[in-house]
């Protein structure tokens, strides 16, 4: 049976009352939250596919498995679906954009010569819709990246071409941060490594530093773009040795103060990202985050409202960083409707951040007094307050659909615009 509007209303009211009681005010809560954007992925919508007139197949260790009927074929259809996406999610939100998504009019543009003039229909259409874009290099499904090495290969012609892509790619993202008057992120990460054992760890290590500091040796204003770098524990084809480490890039942007990027796929599928939240922000100015899921290995798969998903939001709420956070998503999932995909994830993350800020004040003041079996309690407690019904009314206020109502949207678009592709 389908929330009304009283329903909603008076639902609110007691989980209103409800806190209160605990000392929140929920309204303040989804004020603050309408204010946090969420960087959709574009990839999601097309397979990572992108748009440029030649290239080598999906390379780099990436996998998108799946072939669920309406893929976007164009960039126009990539917009459209993005939009009706953003219809279904409260708040305002950002597109992350890779380089290959650029829109070349039929030229062969190769990497390295790409410029903001390919991206403008791109900014033009986040400004209409008042949203800020982020960017990214796209070092891989290309012939150079073919024996999956780029920043950091022997060959100094193929490491030169890659850092033309990436000092391309800052331009267009601060391009993109000018015009839309927020700043872009614009995050370098290469798919280096080896499957199995090297020899010599050192060596490409050093000539990705090198790389790097060409790439990044133009100052360009944090107000129209920020540097991130992004690390990574294995992948498929570098399962034994990747060249962007987690040691590697943290030193890097510690001494560069530069954002780290921190994807929650990216690390030993035991491993969680929260507890290294609080001990990079005290080194670098920001993070960047990419929201994903892996399953046994970096699969992005849809971020789902599970424990890990709530660890990085209370870490970032309970630690007041959130005004040093970019928030990202990072998966792709061919096997379901796309579109439901990112409505699913990212309004799940945007969840677990509601979650977060409506934890009860007694669980720090217990904590504090070391009273670790009240704070044990109160973490116990705190599952089953009525979240949901704040969420319910954020989404009305919002004017977008309440509970499962979202995904009778994506199923009437799906009949009416992918079945026709």
Same mark, same amino acid.
């Not at 204010?35 to 197949?57: A, M, R, Y």
């Not at 920020?226 to 030193?251: P, Q, R, T, W």
């Not at 035991?270 to 609080?278: C, M, Q, R, V």
């Not at 890990?308 to 939001?313: E, F, K, P």
């Given at each position: 049976?389908?929330?009304?509007? +009283?329903?909603?209303?008076?639902?609110?009211?007691?989980? !209103?009352?409800?806190? %209160?009681?605990?000392?929140?005010?929920?309204?303040?809560?989804?004020?603050?939250?309408?204010?946090? /954007?969420? &960087?959709?992925?574009?990839?999601?919508?097309?397979?990572?596919?992108?748009?440029?007139? $030649?290239?080598? @197949?999906?390379?780099?260790?990436?996998?998108?498995?799946?072939?669920?009927?309406?893929?976007?074929?164009?960039?126009?259809?990539?917009?459209?679906?993005?939009?009706?996406?953003?219809? =279904?999610?409260? @708040?305002?939100?950002?597109?992350?954009? *890779? %380089?290959?998504?650029?829109?070349?009019?039929?030229?062969?543009?190769?990497?390295?010569?790409?410029?903001?003039?390919?991206?403008?229909?791109?900014?033009?259409?986040?400004?209409?819709?008042?949203?800020?874009?982020?960017?990214?290099?796209? =070092?891989?499904?290309?012939? +150079?990246?073919?024996?999956?090495?780029?920043?950091? *290969?022997?060959?100094?012609?193929?490491?030169?071409?890659?850092?033309?892509?990436?000092?391309?790619?800052?331009?267009?993202?601060?391009? #993109?941060? !000018?015009?839309? @008057?927020?700043?872009?992120?614009?995050?370098?990460?290469?798919?280096?490594?080896? !499957?199995?054992?090297?020899?010599?760890?050192?060596?490409?290590?050093?000539?990705?530093?090198?790389?790097?500091?060409?790439?990044?040796?133009? /100052?360009?204003?944090? !107000?129209?773009?920020?540097?991130?770098?992004?690390?990574?524990?294995?992948?498929?084809?570098?399962?034994?040795?990747?060249?962007? &480490?987690?040691?590697?890039?943290?030193?890097?942007?510690?001494?560069?103060? +530069?954002?780290? =990027?921190?994807?929650?796929?990216?690390? $030993?599928?035991?491993?969680?990202?929260?507890?290294?939240?609080?001990?990079?922000?005290?080194?670098?100015?920001?993070?960047?985050?990419?929201? &994903?899921?892996?399953?046994?290995?970096?699969?992005? $798969?849809?971020?789902?409202?599970?424990?890990?998903?709530?660890?990085?939001?209370?870490?970032?709420?309970?630690?007041?960083?959130?005004?040093?956070?970019?928030?990202?998503?990072?998966?792709?999932?061919?096997?379901?409707?796309?579109?439901?995909?990112?409505?699913?994830?990212?309004?799940?993350?945007? +969840?677990?951040?509601?979650?977060? #800020?409506?934890?009860?004040?007694?669980?720090?003041?217990?904590?504090?007094?070391?009273?670790?079996?009240?704070?044990?309690?109160? #973490?116990?407690?705190?599952?089953?307050?009525?979240? &949901?019904?704040?969420?319910?009314?954020? =989404?009305?206020?919002?004017?977008?659909?309440?509970?499962?109502?979202?995904?009778?949207?994506?199923?009437?678009?799906?009949?009416?615009?992918?079945?026709?592709?």
């Amino acid at each position: 049976m389908p929330l009304t509007a +009283k329903s909603i209303k008076n639902a609110y009211a007691l989980a !209103k009352e409800r806190y %209160a009681d605990l000392g929140l005010n929920t309204d303040t809560a989804i004020a603050t939250l309408a204010k946090i /954007p969420i &960087s959709l992925h574009c990839w999601q919508g097309d397979d990572v596919g992108g748009f440029e007139n $030649h290239g080598t @197949g999906l390379t780099g260790g990436i996998a998108v498995t799946g072939n669920y009927p309406g893929k976007a074929r164009n960039p126009e259809e990539l917009r459209a679906d993005v939009e009706k996406a953003l219809e =279904c999610i409260p @708040g305002r939100h950002r597109i992350n954009l *890779h %380089a290959f998504y650029g829109e070349f009019g039929g030229k062969k543009v190769d990497r390295n010569e790409i410029e903001p003039k390919h991206f403008q229909n791109w900014i033009d259409w986040a400004k209409q819709l008042k949203l800020g874009m982020d960017f990214n290099p796209t =070092c891989f499904s290309h012939p +150079k990246a073919s024996d999956g090495f780029t920043l950091s *290969h022997t060959d100094r012609g193929i490491r030169n071409f890659w850092i033309e892509h990436c000092i391309a790619s800052r331009e267009i993202g601060a391009a #993109m941060g !000018k015009a839309l @008057g927020s700043p872009t992120v614009t995050n370098v990460w290469i798919p280096d490594g080896y !499957k199995d054992t090297p020899v010599d760890r050192m060596s490409p290590r050093k000539r990705l530093t090198e790389s790097l500091d060409k790439i990044f040796a133009k /100052p360009i204003s944090p !107000k129209v773009n920020l540097d991130a770098v992004e690390c990574k524990l294995f992948g498929i084809g570098s399962e034994s040795y990747v060249v962007g &480490s987690h040691e590697f890039y943290l030193g890097y942007a510690i001494k560069n103060q +530069k954002l780290l =990027c921190l994807d929650a796929g990216h690390f $030993h599928p035991t491993e969680g990202i929260a507890d290294k939240i609080t001990s990079t922000l005290l080194y670098v100015p920001e993070i960047l985050l990419h929201v &994903s899921r892996g399953v046994r290995w970096d699969s992005d $798969h849809v971020v789902v409202l599970d424990d890990a998903l709530q660890s990085i939001a209370q870490e970032l709420v309970r630690n007041k960083l959130l005004n040093r956070t970019r928030i990202g998503l990072d998966f792709f999932d061919a096997s379901i409707n796309r579109i439901a995909a990112w409505v699913i994830g990212t309004r799940n993350t945007i +969840k677990s951040l509601l979650i977060a #800020m409506l934890e009860p004040p007694s669980l720090a003041e217990a904590e504090r007094n070391g009273d670790f079996s009240a704070r044990l309690a109160w #973490m116990e407690e705190a599952k089953s307050l009525p979240w &949901s019904a704040v969420w319910d009314q954020y =989404c009305t206020m919002s004017g977008v659909p309440v509970g499962e109502a979202w995904l009778a949207e994506v199923q009437g678009y799906e009949k009416t615009v992918l079945s026709k592709r």
